[in-house]
């Protein structure tokens, strides 16, 4: 039986996975797919419906990969010849154009659920972030103390953190209570493929925690893309201010392959602009 387009959709998104649904919106001539047909993939399978079948849904395929990627929606036509057809055979000489939306729900791992965590954990959903809160301690790791959470885990953080699928559009902030626990964390993180990993904790307690892994064999190349101390240094103090730095390098780290290059200074000055009118 066919798999629901939609609810796939919301069973992605409550796992923090992306995905790109393409939507045929035009037919001239012969296809074996009418408008409004939908076809949802993520960066590694077609996951519910169809556009057609043959080489037309690999072609798709390619092009929603490059959409999740960018994140941006895009229109493109293909015309259709006998290897696009599938099994129906009438495709000679139609062309099709298909609406491909990238469906983005980046996931946040967040270890630790104290102050700091639950904190980042409300900024972060609001900020359009899947929360997985994971805490060794139950009382820290629950839907009540974490109600913005997709998900709530309690559990030794080392089993946990072994069975998360951790992919390319995954976010790690590691906040635990204890220095151990960000270590050990750490020493996991650095070898996943997400793309932002940020631990908390003062310049001191960072150098320390990469010499310690140095010393166990890990190569210090990998540290490189660790953001730590973890967010953007505006003077943080409070549990609210922490999360607000966070959650925008969160914000700018997922934005950066999409954001325009300005031109110039980003905040206009007005008495420059009145000094050359003047001149």
């Not at 649904?21 to 519910?48: D, F, R």
């Not at 419906?49 to 941006?72: I, K, N, P, S």
């Not at 559009?169 to 270590?183: F, K, P, Q, W």
Request: hydrophobic share 40%; net charge neutral; glycine share 10%.
């Amino acid at each position: 039986m066919a798999r629901d387009v939609y609810a796939e959709i919301l069973r992605l998104r409550q796992e923090g996975r992306s995905a790109a649904l393409a939507t045929i919106v035009s037919v001239h001539g012969s296809s074996p797919a009418c408008v409004g047909t939908k076809m949802l993939v993520t960066e590694n399978e077609l996951v519910a419906g169809t556009v057609g079948g043959g080489c037309l849904e690999a072609d798709v395929f390619a092009e929603a990969r490059e959409a999740m990627r960018t994140e941006r929606s895009r229109v493109v036509s293909f015309t259709l010849t006998e290897e696009h057809g599938g099994e129906s055979g009438l495709t000679c000489g139609g062309t099709v154009e298909i609406f491909i939306e990238p469906l983005v729900f980046p996931a946040l791992y967040l270890f630790g659920g104290g102050h700091v965590g639950r904190a980042i954990c409300e900024m972060a959903a609001l900020a359009g972030f899947t929360v997985w809160v994971i805490d060794d301690r139950e009382a820290f790791a629950s839907p009540e103390r974490h109600p913005a959470a997709s998900r709530t885990i309690s559990g030794p953080f080392e089993e946990v953190c072994r069975s998360l699928a951790v992919g390319e559009n995954s976010y790690i902030a590691l906040v635990t209570r204890g220095h151990r626990y960000d270590e050990d964390l750490l020493a996991w993180a650095v070898e996943t493929r997400a793309r932002y990993v940020g631990m908390i904790g003062s310049r001191r307690k960072v150098l320390r925690t990469y010499e310690s892994l140095a010393a166990r064999g890990l190569d210090p190349a990998a540290f490189d893309r660790v953001r730590a101390p973890i967010g953007l240094d505006i003077g943080a103090v409070t549990a609210a201010e922490i999360a607000v730095s966070v959650v925008a390098e969160l914000v700018g780290e997922r934005r950066s392959g999409t954001r325009k290059k300005r031109k110039g200074e980003r905040r206009p000055r007005l008495l420059p602009v009145l000094g050359e009118k003047r001149a």
